[in-house]
């Protein structure tokens, strides 16, 4: 059984830099993500990486800003979030898709229960 868990979230002032994290257990290869949803919106995918490769994907949003890493001896994925905005504020899940490949996408079927941002001007 896959199971993740987040950590990682807090309150920072707009500009601000936090690390989450998402340990894996169960989960070896396949496809991770982190996906946000703050409130009254949509879900919505902020960043992916592939296990076998290390390739990774980011929302337009994020792109510059955010950096999805993996650490496969701890089987940990972290998100390093810089400069960041009010309109960051959500919740941020790990979320994973074990064997999946680039070529297939990654569409999550286990979730963590995840970690809130909250960023404030």
């Known amino acids: 059984q896959v199971q993740l868990v987040e950590s990682g979230g807090g309150s920072v002032q707009a500009g601000g830099s936090l690390r989450l994290s998402c340990a894996a257990s169960?989960?070896?290869?396949?496809?991770m993500a982190w996906v946000r949803q703050a409130p009254g919106k949509e879900r919505e995918g902020v960043a992916i990486i592939y296990t076998a490769d290390g390739t990774t994907w980011y929302a337009d949003s994020v792109k510059g800003r955010f950096t999805i890493s993996q650490e496969s001896a701890k089987n940990t994925m972290y998100l390093q979030m810089s400069s960041l905005q009010p309109e960051d504020t959500a919740m941020y899940y790990c979320?994973?898709?074990?064997?999946?490949?680039?070529?297939?996408?990654?569409?999550?079927?286990?979730w963590g229960q995840g970690t809130q941002v909250t960023v404030s001007t």
């Open positions: 979320a994973a898709r074990r064997f999946a490949i680039v070529s297939g996408g990654c569409v999550p079927d286990y």
């Open positions: 169960g989960f070896t290869r396949g496809c």
